[in-house]
């Protein structure tokens, strides 16, 4: 089980490296990048149906950012992992879960100045892939 999770951490952790300039630079410039890919409100893919429960939500509370993905969470089909990243492609936080976990909640401690900038919030589904949501926070 510890060598499954390493992995499926830097899986998620290469996806957000290699993708996020992608998803930033196209939300920047309106270009855009292939479907199918990234999984967004705006392209959810072959994926559509799965929007609901799939894509990150994000509030901010006592100057944390709180993710959460209204999934089920099965032995078969479940949340992987969060991640919190800045407009730069900082990573600010991720977080792993298991099949075990009850939901899909993280919480991550926002650096100062962070009111008023833009996030990506990620999650990422053991079959329905990876999603992302821009947020203003």
Known sequence: MNSRRKFMVMSAAASAAVFMPVANASAETG???????????????????????HLPQVEVENGKAIIRTLHP??????????TLIDDKGNVVGAKTFSNTDEKAVSSFDLPAGSKGKKYFATSFCNK???????VKL
Do not use: C, L, Q
């Open 128 to 134: 329905h892939d990876f999603w992302v949501s821009p």
């Open 73 to 82: 969470m099965t032995k078969e089909h479940y949340i992987v992992r969060h």
């Open 31 to 53: 270009s855009s990048y292939p479907s199918n890919v990234i999984y967004t409100s705006k392209d959810p893919g072959v994926w559509a149906k799965k929007a609901a429960t």
